[in-house]
């Protein structure tokens, strides 16, 4: 494979103009197209398409079983971040924290949730071999 490949996600919001207010002008995806019902985010490189709804949205109680985010292989790109999030004084819906410390699993994480209830986790792994491997190892997340 040579060329690219791309991650899409399409998630539901209530409101066109509140997610470009946080997507773009608070983590600074960069706005594509748009329409009344629909809006294209580039999220470091790839596609978000937030789709509105007039379905209610209820939160969900806690971060599992759904949530979508970023891995990112530099630290100071996730810092970055961090510091733009705390600037922006977006929602925090996990405090940064440190998991498994000391171990091959060992990653940085904060989960923010977006203004209608979307969980979103960006996270650094100390270990690369970690984000796709390390199979010895049976924890997953925080549970």
């Given amino acids: 494979m040579t060329s690219p490949i791309l991650f899409h996600l399409a998630f539901p919001v209530s409101d066109i103009a509140q997610t470009k207010e946080f997507y773009v002008d608070g983590l600074g995806c960069?706005?594509?197209?748009?329409?009344?019902?629909?809006?294209?985010?580039n999220?470091?490189?790839?596609?978000?398409?937030?789709?509105?709804?007039e379905e209610p949205l209820a939160p969900q109680q806690g971060i599992y079983p759904r949530h979508f985010g970023l891995?990112?292989?530099?630290?100071?790109?996730?810092?970055?971040?961090?510091?733009?999030?705390?600037?922006?004084?977006?929602?925090?819906?996990?405090?940064?924290?440190?998991?498994?410390?000391?171990?091959?699993l060992e990653h940085h994480?904060?989960?923010l949730s977006d203004p209608f209830s979307n969980l979103m986790?960006?996270?650094?792994?100390?270990?690369?071999?970690?984000?796709?491997g390390d199979r010895d190892y049976g924890q997953i997340g925080d549970r």
Avoid: C, M
């Fill in 30 to 41: 960069i706005l594509g197209r748009e329409s009344p019902q629909a809006v294209i985010l």
């Fill in 71 to 104: 891995i990112f292989t530099s630290l100071s790109d996730w810092q970055s971040l961090l510091e733009r999030v705390q600037q922006k004084q977006l929602a925090l819906y996990q405090q940064p924290k440190q998991r498994f410390g000391g171990t091959p």
């Fill in 43 to 53: 999220l470091y490189g790839h596609q978000l398409v937030a789709h509105l709804t």
């Fill in 121 to 132: 986790e960006f996270k650094y792994y100390a270990h690369s071999s970690a984000i796709f």
């Fill in 109 to 111: 994480t904060f989960f």
